[in-house]
């Protein structure tokens, strides 16, 4: 991707309004991702706790069946 964005003259902040863009597997490593930034890099939070100048993009994400009941 950051190829195809490159040759286009395009960054991850043109595209989402973000410098960085992390993409991780599952729920978990989305959830877990954010307790790393914070305790490595605190200044990605603005003054909210929210983050500012990332994204966090999670893949294969199970969707739950509905079972029918007999």
């Known amino acids: 991707m950051d190829e195809i964005l490159d040759d286009l003259g395009y960054t991850a902040n043109d595209l989402m309004n973000v410098s960085f863009v992390f993409i991780v597997e599952g729920k978990q490593d989305g959830a877990r991702l954010p307790l790393l ?3 490595y890099y605190s ?3 603005n003054e909210q706790g929210k983050h500012q100048r990332i994204s966090i993009v999670t893949t294969n994400r199970k969707k739950k069946s509905k079972q029918k009941k007999e």
Request: hydrophobic share 35%; proline share 0%.
């Open 37 to 39: 930034l914070e305790k």
């Open 43 to 45: 200044e990605i939070y």
